[in-house]
């Protein structure tokens, strides 16, 4: 369905802008036109492995997204704003329209037969995100849109009141951490979460969120060694002998040792410290740190390792991972792939899963984006799960952070909330949120801003500690307040209340 208008009378034609318009609808018409041929190779390329019609929409939308924005488009932008009209900067859910819009009205001021985009088709978009958020993240819990997912800690299995009061607060969907506890202890956790939600007259999916291949450190030969600034450790293949200088670490995937050179960045325990490879030694390199508190950090097993510069090329399912696939193949409501970096390991995950699921349907999948290289593919990743079933990306800041860098995580997370929206599929804003507050009762001002940034995503995920429910209502307080002014990159003009009545002298 189509809004079809008469040309504008001719005195709207004679406008002194005239110009101005003309030269503005000649670079829309060009622009769409090279945009239009790109998307359709980069659709042409995804169009053969979409099985999923709701998927379709979005796919599409993607690439000519992806198209647009292999573009400068600013100057376009300003031409339309000097005119009045959109300047195209909140268009991620339906770019095509939205230009469409913008050249009908270009048409109707300069006397031409104008047709405009039926608004429902504007919408459609964000009404398919919105359908797959209530899927992902459950129903809404009232007064805010964003919805709050919690890491479930042990207490979950053990203590109903505890999840009943987690749900009070405003929980709307609930974490599971395949690396900790087991299927005793999940069983006893998903009971409690469905009676919760049962009780509360809620929908409050399951996540069970599967390690994947995690660098961590194995082991160190001298436990509790402090490291500071200008240190040297080695980082070895295999256990040996001991330096009588440094102390050496293994690592759980030793194989990428053998890709280190001199220069190369390497973070250990999610930034805490940072060391760069100065020398290559047999079966190992030695590094020194150039990162750490002033009081030093210790050096501990179990800690994750990071190595930005190095696209790790290791099976995506690890022997624990397909351990744990039975359960969560037939318990989990979402599945969540925990660094997932290709294509292919979603189809063996997917393949994977389908062994344990019977006639069963193919459980949602939520991507959690934690390297450079799951950045760089994400539109492959996106089109690979969204093509079998329904998917969701979750931004895990802490690793990507390591692996972009914290100078630009700022802006990664940024281009990952559009990418999405413009494939209609939702998003969480995850690691860290309210982490002080966690801990330890009392938020920092950074993280409260921190989260108010992360209402613009379909979901925040709030991890485990002492003051869980403090911080689930803390949260939906801001969540209410930031959702009467802003919903994804539009500021909404609702009124403001810290100047109404008389102002004081």
């Given at each position: 369905m189509t809004n079809t208008t008469t040309p504008l009378p001719r005195q709207a034609r004679s406008a002194p802008n005239a110009a101005a318009i003309a030269a503005c609808r000649s670079l829309l018409k060009d622009s769409i036109a090279r945009i239009e041929t790109d998307s359709a190779a980069i659709f042409s390329a995804w169009e053969g492995e979409i099985a999923r019609p709701e998927f379709r929409a979005g796919a599409e939308n993607l690439a000519f997204y992806l198209a647009a924005r292999q573009y400068d488009l600013t100057r376009l932008q300003s031409s339309l704003s000097v005119l009045g009209l959109s300047s195209l900067g909140r268009a991620e859910s339906h770019l095509r329209l939205s230009l469409a819009a913008v050249g009908a009205t270009l048409d109707g001021l300069s006397g031409l037969p104008a047709t405009w985009p039926d608004p429902c088709e504007l919408e459609a978009g964000l009404v398919q995100t919105t359908l797959d958020q209530t899927l992902f993240f459950g129903d809404f819990p009232g007064g805010y849109n964003t919805r709050i997912m919690v890491t479930m800690p042990p207490q979950g299995a053990t203590d109903p009141r505890f999840v009943d009061d987690l749900v009070d607060a405003g929980a709307s969907c609930f974490r599971i951490n395949c690396a900790h506890d087991g299927p005793e202890a999940w069983s006893a956790m998903i009971g409690n979460i469905r009676a919760s939600a049962s009780k509360a007259h809620r929908h409050c999916p399951v996540l069970m969120d599967i390690a994947g291949p995690k660098c961590r450190i194995e082991s160190v030969d001298r436990p509790g060694t402090r490291l500071f600034r200008g240190d040297r450790f080695r980082l070895m293949t295999e256990p040996g002998r001991s330096h009588k200088k440094m102390p050496s670490i293994t690592i759980t995937f030793p194989d990428i040792i053998t890709r280190l050179h001199s220069g190369l960045q390497v973070w250990i325990d999610d930034g805490k410290i940072g060391a760069r490879v100065v020398e290559i030694i047999d079966g190992g390199a030695v590094l020194e740190v150039t990162v750490a508190a002033d009081k030093g950090k210790k050096l501990r097993p179990e800690k994750g390792i990071n190595f930005p510069a190095i696209d790790l090329e290791i099976e995506h399912l690890t022997p624990a991972d397909l351990a744990v696939l039975p359960f969560v193949a037939t318990h989990?409501?979402?599945?969540?792939?925990?660094?997932?970096?290709?294509?292919?390991?979603?189809?063996?995950?997917?393949?994977?899963?389908?062994?344990?699921?019977?006639?069963?349907?193919?459980?949602?999948?939520?991507?959690?984006?934690?390297?450079?290289?799951?950045?760089?593919?994400?539109?492959?990743?996106?089109?690979?799960?969204?093509?079998?079933?329904?998917?969701?990306?979750?931004?895990?800041?802490?690793?990507?952070?390591?692996?972009?860098?914290?100078?630009?995580?700022?802006?990664?997370?940024?281009?990952?909330?559009?990418?999405?929206?413009a494939a209609h599929i939702p998003v969480v804003w995850a690691t860290q949120v309210l982490e002080t507050l966690l801990k330890t009762g009392a938020p920092s001002r950074a993280e409260v801003t921190d989260a108010a940034m992360g209402q613009r995503a379909e979901c925040i995920m709030l991890n485990k500690g002492p003051y869980i429910g403090e911080a689930i209502r803390f949260l939906a307080g801001i969540l209410r307040r930031m959702d009467r002014h802003q919903f994804k990159k539009t500021a909404r003009l609702s009124a403001l209340t810290s100047w109404r009545g008389p102002q004081p002298l």
């Open positions: 989990a409501d979402i599945v969540g792939c925990s660094f997932v970096q290709r294509p292919q390991d979603i189809r063996g995950l997917t393949a994977a899963l389908r062994q344990h699921r019977g006639d069963q349907p193919s459980q949602p999948l939520l991507l959690k984006i934690e390297t450079a290289l799951a950045v760089r593919n994400l539109p492959r990743l996106i089109v690979q799960a969204g093509s079998h079933q329904p998917v969701a990306v979750m931004i895990a800041r802490g690793d990507l952070a390591m692996e972009v860098g914290a100078e630009r995580l700022s802006e990664a997370q940024e281009e990952i909330l559009w990418l999405c929206e």
